[in-house]
């Protein structure tokens, strides 16, 4: 059933990133619409289903094991009681992030070039016998139409060259990666939290930045990956609870 158009513009970026005005929009509003079309896109060829538990269905790209890359990850799941504003903001707002992130040690943000942009390093814990990872990126929240639905998104995406970028701390190599948390609510927002459901999409695509052993780095994704998506929806809707509604 197609949700009508939302009663009034709301805030934060909608539409088109690439009027942020600042030096990153450009790749802001290239990524994001990549990174649209693939967590919105159904799996294709390529892709094989690994993990699933209720709602939830997780897949990976398996990729020639050239220690480069991790194998892309795409995955998709249902959150009742939240709409896919409230999940977006809560995988963008860096100041939460501790309370669901469990596979990092530290969130530092080096800029806010706009209200929907900051830049954040992010320390990652260490996956023993590999050496600590850390990235810098910058994560977007926006909104955007695709036909007649609405969607919420928020992209992380690395970035290199940035002025407040710090170096990898003693011990650390940098990893670079894509993120992306998206949802669609599945039916028009009301205030009434309990008639909310919303369709999320997550897609992860991680190269580690030096050696890494592939075959502990797959095993350690199966467990983590299906974890994060479990625990940060669970996360969301405890929070939301008994909140106002963000359509
Ligand atoms: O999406 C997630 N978290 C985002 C916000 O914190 C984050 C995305 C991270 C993707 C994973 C980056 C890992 C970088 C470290 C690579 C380690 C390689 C060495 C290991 C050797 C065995 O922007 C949730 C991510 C959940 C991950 C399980």
């Not at 190599?173 to 992306?180: D, G, L, S």
């Not at 299906?226 to 929070?239: A, D, E, H, M, N």
Request: with cysteine.
């Amino acid at each position: 059933v197609p949700v009508p158009p939302a009663a009034a513009p709301r805030g934060g970026c909608s539409g088109n990133c690439s009027q942020l005005g600042h030096p990153l929009a450009a790749e802001i509003e290239r990524v994001v619409t990549e990174q649209l079309g693939l967590v919105s896109s159904d799996v294709s060829d390529g892709w094989t289903l690994f993990a699933q538990q209720g709602d939830m269905r997780m897949y990976r790209m398996e990729l020639p094991a050239d220690n480069k890359s991790v194998d892309p990850l795409k995955a998709v799941s249902k959150a009742d009681g939240v709409t896919a504003r409230e999940l977006c903001r809560a995988y963008w707002e860096p100041t939460v992030r501790l309370d669901w992130e469990t596979t990092v040690d530290r969130v530092t943000v080096l800029a806010r070039p706009d209200p929907s942009t900051v830049i954040c390093h992010q320390l990652h814990r260490r996956i023993w016998p590999a050496q600590q990872r850390d990235t810098v990126f910058w994560s977007h929240l926006c909104r955007r139409r695709i036909g007649d639905r609405e969607w919420s998104i928020t992209v992380n995406h690395s970035i290199s060259g940035h002025p407040d970028e710090p170096p990898a701390p003693a011990g650390a190599v940098r990893a670079t990666m894509t993120a992306t948390l998206a949802g669609m609510d599945e039916q028009e927002v009301s205030g009434d939290r309990r008639r909310l459901r919303c369709h999320v999409a997550y897609s992860s695509h991680v190269n580690p930045g030096g050696w890494a052993p592939t075959t502990g780095l797959r095993l350690v994704y199966k467990r983590e990956y299906p974890r994060f998506l479990q625990r940060f929806t669970t996360y969301v809707t405890q929070k939301s609870r008994g909140k106002p509604v963000e359509p």
